[in-house]
């Protein structure tokens, strides 16, 4: 049987600001934005080429916005992937190499952590 992780919740603490967070500078996919009922909204992100989503809004988890630490994200090219964030108006630091591989890293605008790894070659 496969277990697969399709959606980690982030808190944030203004939804609108987050949404736009994600995808005009780290360039997630809008999947959903839905209002179920005064106390509850809805929205879910996805990062391109991702199956796993993060979920946002209202009414969804009772953790303090900014309290997410070590969300990553993988890919193929970490100067092709900074390069596009900067382009985006993101502010991620500078490649870091670490034997396990390359690094960037960035937060959103509550202090949610994020990194983007480039894994290197197996050997």
């Known amino acids: 049987m496969d277990f697969k992780l ?4 982030v ?3 203004d939804v609108d600001r987050a949404k ?8 997630f996919h809008l999947d959903h934005d839905h209002r179920v009922n005064e106390n ?3 929205v879910q992100l996805t990062p391109p080429g ?3 989503s993060i979920s946002i809004g209202e009414g969804l ?4 916005p900014g309290s997410a630490k070590g969300l990553q994200l993988v890919v193929g090219d970490i100067e ?3 390069a596009e964030l900067n382009g985006r108006g993101l502010d991620v ?11 960037v890293f960035f937060s959103d605008p509550d202090g949610n952590s994020w990194s983007v790894q480039e894994i290197p070659p197996r050997q």
């Not at 988890?61 to 303090?64: E, I």
């Open 50 to 52: 991702s199956a796993c």
């Open 93 to 103: 630091g500078e490649v870091q190499e670490f034997p396990w591989g390359k690094f």
């Open 20 to 27: 736009a967070f994600y995808t005009d500078q780290a360039g």
């Open 80 to 82: 092709a992937a900074r």
């Open 40 to 42: 509850l909204r809805f």
């Open 11 to 13: 808190p944030v603490s």
């Open 6 to 9: 399709e959606l980690v919740p």
């Open 61 to 64: 988890v009772d953790t303090p």
